[in-house]
């Protein structure tokens, strides 16, 4: 089992900066590999995977988020984050962390391939 808690979401103005945390929180399992990714659904848009990373350190980026998004892991405290930058309005959405057991390189962007959700955490972004 496993539990993800977003946190972090606010509302900015356009080209700031914010930080995503995603808490999880695992029952022993006897799988040691897992994909962490973060997705964003926007109103009346389908949900989009935005970046990801493998328990190897290995990520994965939306074209759309390359070189303005970071996703990082702090394994002490079995946190991963998203890092933030030079915001967009349309990066507006409700951001939401995912899990799936299994490494894989690079970590998948599919929806589809997670099977733990957060209830996420509300970005909205102003021009």
């Known amino acids: 089992q496993v539990k993800l808690e977003e946190s972090g979401g606010n509302s900015i103005q356009a080209g700031g900066s914010l930080r995503l945390s995603c808490k999880a929180t695992?029952?022993?399992?006897?799988?040691?590999?897992?994909?962490l990714g973060w997705f964003r659904q926007a109103p009346g848009k389908e949900r989009e995977g935005v970046a990801a990373?493998?328990?190897?350190?290995?990520?994965s980026y939306a074209t759309s988020v390359q070189g303005r998004f970071t996703i990082s892991e702090d394994k002490s405290i079995n946190t991963v984050y998203l890092q933030m930058n030079n915001l967009k309005p349309e990066d507006t959405a409700m951001y939401y962390c995912?899990?799936?057991?299994?490494?894989?390189?690079?970590?998948?962007?599919?929806?589809?391939?997670?099977?733990?959700w957060g209830q996420g955490t509300q970005v909205t972004v102003s021009s």
């Open positions: 990373l493998d328990s190897s350190g290995s990520t």
């Open positions: 995912a899990w799936k057991w299994g490494g894989w390189r690079p970590p998948p962007l599919a929806d589809s391939e997670y099977n733990h």
């Open positions: 695992r029952s022993p399992s006897r799988y040691t590999n897992y994909c």
